[in-house]
């Protein structure tokens, strides 16, 4: 048995699967780093940085930005986290290319992932979610509209602020549908990189939240109290 903080996964599924939601649950869980690619290019677009001038009209397409940019921006991202950490990636990799990269920079650094955890969907759930889906401008922690009120919360509860929420550029129609094919034809593929590799773990993210939380949980062989075995 190992320490959990030390894990590398991969968060791996379609737009509105539930990616950075269980990324929430397993830092709180685990501890360990999230690196979420679209994170990462809000934050340059909210910041005005030239990185995310070249990701906008991607981003609102719903179309991929050029690995040129995204797989620099994720591998000095991961640079940064100390070699004993642990890091879930949410959103990258997303095409073979960038799985590829990704080896090949983790085996520079003596390091392989332990696990790809494909969180599965269907489209028409899919279409659902981002419809009702809001995000904390500070933070990024994804909230849906109240069942009840059809209301989205006002304020994050995570900031201590209380960052504003806002609907995503990119959660409109138009995009969803594009994100959607771009999935199914450009990142699909990379499960089958990781099948090959004997690393990828399937959930159905049509569950409860928690229940997600819990089945993710099982297949990293974690206990609530943070053990992980990397056997
Ligand atoms: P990114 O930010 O990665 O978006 P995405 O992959 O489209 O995924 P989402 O963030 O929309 O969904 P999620 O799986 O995180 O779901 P969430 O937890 O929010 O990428 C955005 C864009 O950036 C891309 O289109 C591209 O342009 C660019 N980009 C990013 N990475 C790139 C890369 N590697 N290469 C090139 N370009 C890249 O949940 C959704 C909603 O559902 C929430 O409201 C949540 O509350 C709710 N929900 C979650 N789980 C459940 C559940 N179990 N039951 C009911 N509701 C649930
Ligand atoms: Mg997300
Ligand atoms: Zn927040």
Redesign the pocket.
């Given at each position: 048995m190992t320490a959990a903080n030390g894990i590398r996964l991969v968060l791996f599924?379609p737009?509105?699967?539930?990616?950075?939601?269980?990324a929430q649950l397993l830092k709180e869980s685990l501890g360990i780093e999230h690196v979420?690619?679209?994170?990462l290019?809000r934050h340059h677009l909210s910041n005005g940085t030239e990185l995310g001038e070249l990701?906008r009209g991607?981003?609102s397409r719903?179309?991929?930005?050029p690995d040129e940019v995204?797989i620099g921006m994720?591998i000095d991202r991961i640079g940064g986290i100390a070699d004993s950490a642990g890091f879930m990636l949410?959103?990258?990799?997303?095409n073979t290319a960038?799985a590829q990269a990704l080896e090949t920079a983790l085996l520079e650094r003596g390091q392989r992932l332990d696990r790809v955890v494909h969180i599965q969907v269907e489209n028409g759930e899919l279409i659902r979610?981002?419809s009702?889906?809001?995000i904390c401008r500070v933070c990024q922690r994804?909230?849906?509209r109240d069942a009840d009120t059809g209301a989205p919360p006002k304020k994050c509860a995570d900031c201590p602020d209380g960052g504003d929420i806002y609907q995503r550029e990119?959660d409109t129609e138009g995009a969803v549908v594009n994100?959607l094919s771009v999935y199914h034809q450009e990142t699909a593929p990379v499960l089958e990189f990781y099948r090959q590799r004997g690393l990828l773990a399937d959930v159905s993210?049509?569950?409860?939240?928690d229940a997600?939380h819990h089945s993710v949980l099982r297949i990293l062989n974690v206990s609530e109290l943070g053990a992980v075995s990397k056997s």
């Open positions: 599924g737009p509105g699967a539930g990616k950075g939601t269980q979420s690619s679209g994170d290019f990701a991607y981003m719903g179309e991929l930005v995204t994720v949410d959103g990258f990799p997303r960038q979610r981002l009702n889906r809001y994804p909230y849906a990119d994100r993210g049509e569950q409860t939240i997600v």
